[in-house]
Nanobody, 121 residues
Framework: QVQLVESGGGLVQAGGSLRLSCVGSGSAFSINAMAWYRQAPGEQRELVAAITSGGTTNYADSVKGRFTISRDNAKNTVYLQMNSLKPEDTAVYYC???????????????WGQGTQVTVSS
């Protein structure tokens, strides 16, 4: 398992940018696929972006072209660069290790506290 801590959230106006960070404990971090999820009030947690150990990425349609997921295995860190933010992006953002079967991703670790992203209109 990988213990993860998210940070970097905050309040930003529509059109602005934020970069989220997810720091892991380091247990087999480099071989895990990682993903960012988000959950808005009253809604289900949804996958935002994922990255394999080899660097292959995948994004939800709603964030394609605006968000970029990356990782720095030497720092046990996964990032989510969020540009052109919209009010609809407002949510608590979480990271987790994942595995995938086809286009479906499944979390494999415990959920952390997440980091709040609020985008004002």
């Amino acid at each position: 398992q990988v213990q993860l801590v998210e940070s970097g959230g905050g309040l930003v106006q529509a059109g602005g940018s934020l970069r989220l960070s997810c720091v892991g404990s380091g247990s087999a971090f480099s071989i895990n696929a990682m993903a960012w999820y988000r959950q808005a009030p009253g809604e289900q947690r949804e996958l935002v972006a994922a990255i394999t150990s080899g660097g292959t990425t995948n994004y939800a349609d709603s964030v394609k072209g605006r968000f970029t997921i990356s990782r720095d295995n030497a720092k046990n860190t996964v990032y989510l660069q969020m540009n052109s933010l919209k009010p609809e992006d407002t949510a608590v953002y979480y990271c987790n290790s994942v595995y995938y079967l086809g286009s479906a991703y499944y979390s494999t670790g415990a959920w952390g506290q997440g980091t709040q992203v609020t985008v004002s209109s």
